[in-house]
């Protein structure tokens, strides 16, 4: 008799929530979303400084300019390769680049010489910074144990990076402004 009354219930929940078209779990649990957002920005970033690398070994005029895109690139594939793993094993979808890194790269992709060089060290600094301060959340505050992880043990590495990318920049010469990260303690 109870399953007489349950089994059209249950039917009749399914439809109503297909109607409405309840939302996925990720987008009403503030956490996940926290962890989606971190695979989304940290795997565009990622993914951006691998090409400006590829750029810049092609288009620095520069050998700190043209090495330090090296190992960016040697870096980075590495790096996306296991923030892409991760993202699968926690069932988010893999990173893509961003339509707004996208028009960056576009923006470098049309300039040459010198000033491919100071822009790329500068904004190279700026996407540091970013990636330094999104891997430290994600490292403190992060949901899912194995992306909290892989930030945990990426950290030191995009650190050693941001530090190597204002050397650089001061090399040739990039504007770049005290960022929030010098300011931290600890950093």
Avoid: C
């Avoid at 990720?26 to 690398?53: H, Y």
């Avoid at 990636?131 to 899912?144: N, W």
């Amino acid at each position: 008799m109870f399953a007489k009354f349950l089994i059209p219930g249950a039917v009749t929940g399914l439809l109503l929530s297909a109607a409405v078209g309840i939302a996925p779990a990720a987008a009403q649990d503030p956490a996940l979303t926290s962890d989606s957002s971190f695979i989304r920005m940290a795997g565009s970033l990622g993914l951006l400084q691998q090409k400006l690398g590829k750029l810049a070994q092609q288009r620095g005029t520069s050998d700190v300019v043209k090495d330090f895109g090296k190992e960016m690139d040697a870096g980075y594939s590495k790096a996306n390769e296991e923030l892409a793993t991760a993202a699968k094993v926690a069932a988010f979808p893999k990173p893509i680049l961003l339509r707004e890194h996208k028009q960056q790269f576009d923006n470098f992709y049309r300039k040459n010489g010198s000033s491919f060089d100071k822009d790329y060290m500068g904004q190279t600094v700026k996407y540091q910074d970013e990636e330094v301060r999104l891997y430290e959340q994600q490292a403190k505050g992060g949901r899912v144990a194995s992306l909290k992880k892989l930030a945990s043990d990426r950290l030191p590495t995009i650190q050693q990076q941001f530090t190597e990318a204002k050397q650089a920049a001061g090399t040739v010469g990039a504007d770049v402004t005290a960022s929030t990260a010098d300011a931290k303690p600890g950093t």
